[in-house]
C-alpha cells in the first residue's frame, strides 16, 4: 500500500478489462453518461473498444490514483447493476461483483509467484477470488485475470495487481 501511495502515483499505467456488450448499454448509461463521468470524476483516461463482438475491452490509462479511482466506480457501479437486477428476481444471496482484466502473459508469472504464494496472497489480504486463465486469450499474447468479490475488495486487489505489475 505505502509503495502506491508513495512513488507509484505519477506512474502511468494502462489496465484493460473486458466486458460483455450486452452489459455495455447499462454501463454507458444512454450516450456514454456513466462513463464520462467516470472520466471527470477519476481523472483516468476510459476507452470502451467499438465492434460488435460479444466482448469489449475497457481500457483505464493515467495515474494510478486516478485508475483505482476509475476502478473503484466500475466495480460500485457493477454491484448497483447486480442488485438493480435482483430487485424483481427471488434470490437471496447476491452474487459478487466479477471484473475481467487483461494482463500481458508474461506478467502472469510474477502475478502467480513462486507455486502460486503470490496469488495466494492477494486473495488473502484482499478476501476476493482470482483466478488466471491458463491459457491466452484467442490471438493474443494476454490472459484473462478474473477477480470477483465485494467491490472493496475487487478495489484492493487491482491495487495489488497494479503494484505487482509496477514492480
Same mark, same amino acid.
Given at each position: 500500500?505505502?509503495?502506491?501511495?508513495e512513488?507509484?502515483l505519477?506512474?502511468?499505467?494502462t489496465?484493460?478489462? #473486458?466486458m460483455h456488450?450486452?452489459v455495455?448499454? =447499462?454501463?454507458? +448509461?444512454?450516450?456514454?453518461? /456513466?462513463v464520462k463521468k467516470?472520466?471527470e470524476e477519476?481523472?483516468?483516461r476510459?476507452?470502451i473498444?467499438?465492434?460488435?463482438?460479444?466482448e469489449?475491452?475497457?481500457?483505464?490509462?493515467?495515474?494510478?490514483d486516478?485508475i483505482f479511482? %476509475?476502478?473503484?466506480m466500475?466495480a460500485y457501479?457493477f454491484?448497483?447493476? *447486480? /442488485?438493480?437486477?435482483?430487485?424483481n428476481s427471488?434470490? /437471496?444471496?447476491?452474487p459478487? @461483483?466479477?471484473?475481467?482484466? @487483461?494482463? &500481458?502473459a508474461?506478467q502472469?508469472?510474477? #502475478? *502467480?509467484g513462486? +507455486?502460486?504464494?503470490?496469488i495466494?496472497e *492477494?486473495r488473502e489480504?484482499?478476501?476476493?477470488?482470482?483466478?488466471v486463465?491458463?491459457?491466452?486469450? &484467442?490471438n =493474443?499474447?494476454e490472459? %484473462? @485475470?478474473t $477477480?470477483? +468479490?465485494?467491490?472493496d475488495a475487487i $478495489?484492493?486487489?487491482?491495487?495489488q495487481?497494479c @503494484?505487482?505489475m #509496477?514492480?
Amino acid at each position: 500500500e505505502s509503495k502506491v501511495s508513495e512513488g507509484g502515483l505519477n506512474v502511468t499505467l494502462t489496465i484493460r478489462l #473486458l466486458m460483455h456488450g450486452k452489459v455495455r448499454g =447499462s454501463h454507458s +448509461g444512454g450516450k456514454g453518461e /456513466t462513463v464520462k463521468k467516470m472520466r471527470e470524476e477519476s481523472g483516468a483516461r476510459i476507452n470502451i473498444s467499438e465492434g460488435n463482438c460479444p466482448e469489449r475491452i475497457v481500457t483505464i490509462t493515467g495515474p494510478t490514483d486516478a485508475i483505482f479511482k %476509475a476502478f473503484a466506480m466500475i466495480a460500485y457501479k457493477f454491484e448497483e447493476d *447486480i /442488485t438493480n437486477s435482483m430487485s424483481n428476481s427471488t434470490a /437471496t444471496s447476491k452474487p459478487p @461483483v466479477t471484473l475481467r482484466l @487483461v494482463v &500481458p502473459a508474461s506478467q502472469c508469472g510474477s #502475478l *502467480i509467484g513462486k +507455486g502460486g504464494s503470490k496469488i495466494k496472497e *492477494i486473495r488473502e489480504s484482499t478476501g476476493a477470488q482470482v483466478q488466471v486463465a491458463g491459457d491466452m486469450l &484467442p490471438n =493474443s499474447t494476454e490472459r %484473462a @485475470v478474473t $477477480i470477483s +468479490g465485494t467491490p472493496d475488495a475487487i $478495489i484492493q486487489c487491482v491495487k495489488q495487481i497494479c @503494484v505487482v505489475m #509496477l514492480e
